[in-house]
């Protein structure tokens, strides 16, 4: 099919003389075909030699270099204004937050840690002079290789005990007679895997809405900005959001009620809204590059000079603002603190936190070291030997293995998740909105490998549940990127964070989705003169690829005839004889404890996963992906 769009140019003795010009070629070869068609049709005598080697053709050859150097680049420039086909990293990042979406670009992995202390007993109770105050962000260790460092993410105050943040307590030493010279408290934290770092920049003059770039690899989040004056600037989601949370220790601290301080046991922190002027907001230009915006307006001046209140016009009372000292223009209310006071004159230091990924998800029993530059008794004034043993008995630990640790987004899962994201529209309807939701989740908060979410009917409920009622089925990964369940300081994480978007009517439940281990054996034909050995490796590292665990989701079937066809197209094969899937269950293999019966699961080549939701998993591929060459 062909398009024309026809021109008139201009009077050439008297005569008006009409083009038919051709828009739709746009590579050189179309472009170099059609202006020759085209010297040849308007002018016939002017020029008639068309060799390769002609003048006339060098020219018709640099508008076609010219012309297909151009359409290149528009179709480019197009093509990166859409999510669904852009591929420029920097284009990618700018779309997503455009739509809503903030790319994660590390998983951090979570862990719930113990911290003990030992403080001396007062008669028959403890000692709580002596109670150590472990702030946030502390950093602890391991004293084995390789393990990253994690960070607390409260402060753990000893001296507080509530049912929101109970201290464990227990007798740790006795006298002769039995009565107890030494307690063990005990309080469990959530960590997270990151290590903190600095960065300074220095203003000049203010600027409306200036940028700065944090660069670094794996960034996880800002946790604090300061300037050289010592005030604080606070991270929000939109300059226009004047407000923040602000947590305090309760003994009140608002001097407005004393009753406040008498209920600690329960309410140990309190929350309270604060206004701020120095607020800034970040966002991702690439997985290495952390941009920061501020306002616009300028401390210098108060909104009253910048904009007077219309009331105060023409009274003339020395102390209201009736004059501008600038000319007023509808753009005058971007210098106000609406979006936010510019830095001037000083020199902020960020404060963030870097790390996470796969290897972060560390064992069991292997963060035990904790820093104490920062640990504090809270009491002065304390008999100097008793607190250096009550200090040196600081010890952590954290029973369970870590999860949560992931790399971060694929840019093929930038674009589903903003796509996504902009369907929800910061709410969340059908089980699509819950499930990007959830993978959308602060990495600092964790980051879970794999979420499956279902709609309960109504004979499945438990009493008190409503009929709406969501089950996300999840699970994470361990240091060897291998499927475990989420820890429950993870799962506590997901279900605060979704309770922000879930609709009123719409009851959530946080479950672990069931692992059933698999191997895989198969049996080929080997065509002639090729090496059998090598072509067996082939196979193997095809199906080593089609079972890598990033490419299953919860409740997908395995198609056995993908895999017949899979081995099928190896170099080197003649004829895929079997393929069999087998169960490979039992803890102390190092397998899930799940059995599941492939054959009865098996239908028409297809292998279905579990009523209960579950994945399949090939926990160890270098071992459980085998076969063998036969003959006919």
Same mark, same amino acid.
């Given at each position: 099919?062909?398009?024309?769009?026809?021109?008139?140019?201009?009077?050439?003795? %008297?005569?008006?003389?009409?083009?038919?010009?051709?828009?739709?070629?746009?590579?050189?070869?179309?472009?170099?075909?059609?202006?020759?068609?085209?010297?040849?049709?308007?002018?016939?005598?002017?020029?008639?030699?068309?060799?390769?080697?002609?003048?006339?053709?060098?020219?018709?050859?640099?508008?076609?270099?010219?012309?297909?150097?151009? !359409?290149? #680049?528009?179709?480019?420039?197009?093509?990166?204004?859409? @999510?669904?086909?852009?591929?420029?990293?920097?284009?990618?990042?700018?779309?997503?937050?455009?739509?809503?979406?903030?790319?994660?670009?590390?998983?951090?992995?979570?862990?719930?840690?113990?911290?003990?202390?030992?403080?001396?007993?007062?008669?028959?109770?403890?000692?709580?002079?002596?109670?150590?105050?472990?702030?946030?962000?502390?950093?602890?260790?391991?004293?084995?290789?390789?393990?990253?460092?994690?960070?607390?993410?409260?402060?753990?105050?000893?001296?507080?005990?509530?049912?929101?943040?109970?201290?464990?307590?227990?007798? #740790?030493?006795?006298?002769?007679?039995?009565?107890?010279?030494?307690?063990?408290?005990?309080?469990?934290?959530?960590?997270?895997?990151?290590?903190?770092?600095?960065?300074?920049?220095?203003?000049?003059?203010?600027?409306?809405?200036?940028?700065?770039?944090?660069?670094?690899?794996?960034?996880?989040? @800002?946790?604090?900005?300061?300037?050289?004056?010592?005030?604080?600037? #606070?991270?929000? =989601?939109?300059?226009?959001?004047?407000?923040?949370?602000?947590?305090?220790?309760?003994?009140?601290?608002? %001097?407005?009620?004393?009753?406040?301080?008498?209920?600690?046991?329960?309410?140990?922190?309190?929350?309270?809204?604060?206004?701020?002027?120095?607020?800034?907001?970040?966002?991702?230009?690439?997985?290495?590059?952390?941009?920061?915006?501020?306002?616009?307006? !300028?401390?210098? /001046?108060?909104?009253?000079?910048?904009?007077?209140?219309?009331?105060?016009? %023409?009274?003339?009372?020395?102390?209201?603002?009736?004059?501008?000292?600038?000319?007023?223009?509808?753009?005058?209310?971007?210098?106000?603190?609406?979006?936010?006071?510019?830095?001037?004159?000083?020199?902020?230091?960020?404060?963030?936190?870097?790390?996470?990924?796969?290897?972060?998800?560390? =064992? +069991?029993?292997?963060?035990?070291?904790?820093?104490?530059?920062?640990?504090?008794?809270?009491?002065?004034?304390?008999?100097?030997?008793?607190?250096?043993? +009550?200090?040196?008995?600081?010890?952590?630990?954290?029973?369970? +293995?870590?999860?949560?640790?992931?790399?971060?987004?694929?840019?093929?899962?930038?674009?589903?998740?903003?796509?996504?994201?902009?369907?929800?529209?910061?709410?969340?309807?059908?089980?699509?909105?819950?499930?990007?939701?959830?993978?959308?989740?602060?990495?600092?908060?964790?980051?879970?490998?794999?979420?499956?979410?279902?709609?309960?009917?109504?004979?499945?409920?438990?009493?008190?549940?409503? =009929?709406?009622?969501?089950?996300?089925?999840?699970?994470?990964?361990?240091?060897?990127?291998?499927?475990?369940?989420?820890?429950?300081?993870?799962?506590?994480?997901?279900?605060?964070?979704?309770?922000?978007?879930?609709?009123?009517?719409?009851?959530?439940?946080?479950?672990?989705?069931?692992?059933?281990? @698999?191997?895989?054996?198969?049996?080929?034909?080997?065509?002639?003169?090729?090496?059998?050995?090598?072509?067996?490796?082939?196979?193997?590292?095809?199906?080593?690829?089609?079972?890598?665990?990033?490419?299953?989701?919860?409740?997908?079937?395995?198609?056995?005839?993908?895999?017949?066809?899979?081995?099928?197209?190896?170099?080197?094969?003649?004829?895929?004889?079997?393929?069999?899937?087998?169960?490979?269950?039992?803890?102390?293999?190092?397998?899930?404890? #799940?059995?599941? /019966?492939?054959?009865? +699961?098996?239908?028409?080549?297809?292998?279905?996963?579990?009523?209960?939701?579950?994945?399949?998993?090939?926990?160890?591929?270098?071992?459980?992906?085998?076969?063998?060459?036969?003959?006919?």
């Amino acid at each position: 099919m062909s398009y024309t769009l026809q021109t008139t140019s201009t009077q050439t003795d %008297g005569n008006k003389i009409t083009r038919d010009i051709k828009y739709i070629n746009k590579d050189f070869t179309d472009c170099r075909n059609k202006l020759i068609e085209f010297a040849k049709t308007y002018f016939p005598t002017t020029h008639t030699d068309f060799t390769p080697s002609s003048p006339g053709m060098m020219f018709i050859e640099m508008a076609s270099y010219v012309g297909d150097v151009l !359409s290149f #680049y528009q179709d480019n420039q197009i093509q990166e204004n859409f @999510i669904q086909y852009v591929r420029q990293q920097n284009n990618l990042y700018d779309l997503a937050y455009m739509f809503g979406y903030q790319p994660s670009v590390t998983g951090v992995s979570t862990v719930e840690v113990e911290l003990y202390q030992t403080v001396p007993a007062t008669g028959n109770n403890p000692n709580f002079d002596y109670a150590l105050n472990v702030p946030e962000n502390t950093t602890i260790n391991s004293n084995q290789n390789n393990i990253t460092p994690f960070l607390i993410l409260d402060r753990c105050d000893f001296t507080v005990s509530s049912s929101q943040d109970p201290t464990d307590i227990s007798i #740790y030493e006795v006298d002769g007679s039995g009565n107890p010279t030494y307690f063990l408290l005990k309080k469990t934290r959530t960590a997270i895997s990151a290590t903190q770092k600095t960065q300074d920049f220095t203003f000049s003059t203010p600027q409306r809405f200036s940028t700065i770039n944090i660069e670094d690899n794996n960034i996880v989040k @800002i946790d604090s900005c300061v300037d050289s004056d010592g005030n604080e600037w #606070y991270e929000v =989601p939109y300059l226009a959001q004047e407000t923040v949370l602000d947590s305090l220790k309760n003994q009140n601290p608002f %001097g407005e009620d004393p009753n406040y301080s008498s209920n600690v046991n329960d309410v140990p922190y309190l929350l309270r809204l604060k206004k701020v002027a120095r607020r800034f907001v970040s966002r991702f230009k690439s997985p290495t590059q952390l941009q920061i915006q501020f306002g616009a307006g !300028s401390s210098a /001046d108060s909104d009253e000079e910048i904009i007077p209140n219309p009331n105060n016009v %023409g009274i003339g009372l020395p102390f209201t603002q009736d004059k501008l000292k600038t000319a007023f223009a509808p753009s005058n209310f971007l210098f106000t603190q609406t979006y936010g006071i510019a830095p001037s004159s000083t020199t902020l230091t960020f404060t963030y936190t870097v790390g996470g990924g796969v290897g972060a998800n560390v =064992p +069991a029993n292997s963060l035990n070291s904790l820093s104490t530059s920062n640990v504090t008794f809270l009491k002065q004034n304390l008999d100097p030997t008793v607190a250096q043993t +009550a200090f040196d008995s600081l010890e952590v630990n954290n029973p369970k +293995a870590a999860s949560g640790g992931a790399d971060g987004d694929s840019p093929e899962e930038i674009r589903q998740n903003t796509l996504e994201m902009f369907s929800s529209q910061l709410r969340s309807v059908t089980q699509d909105d819950y499930l990007v939701r959830a993978l959308s989740m602060p990495s600092e908060y964790g980051s879970l490998s794999k979420i499956y979410v279902e709609k309960q009917n109504i004979e499945n409920l438990n009493i008190g549940e409503i =009929p709406s009622t969501l089950d996300f089925c999840v699970l994470a990964y361990n240091q060897n990127k291998q499927l475990v369940t989420a820890s429950d300081a993870l799962k506590n994480n997901l279900s605060t964070y979704l309770s922000q978007y879930r609709m009123i009517g719409d009851s959530l439940r946080i479950k672990d989705a069931f692992i059933v281990n @698999i191997a895989v054996e198969f049996e080929i034909i080997t065509l002639p003169n090729y090496n059998s050995n090598t072509t067996l490796l082939k196979c193997i590292t095809a199906l080593q690829n089609y079972f890598n665990i990033d490419n299953w989701q919860i409740n997908q079937p395995i198609l056995l005839r993908d895999i017949y066809v899979l081995l099928d197209r190896v170099e080197g094969v003649q004829t895929v004889k079997v393929v069999n899937i087998i169960n490979k269950a039992g803890e102390s293999l190092g397998y899930s404890q #799940y059995a599941y /019966d492939i054959p009865g +699961a098996t239908l028409n080549n297809i292998v279905y996963p579990s009523l209960d939701t579950s994945i399949f998993e090939v926990k160890y591929p270098n071992t459980d992906i085998s076969g063998k060459v036969v003959n006919f």
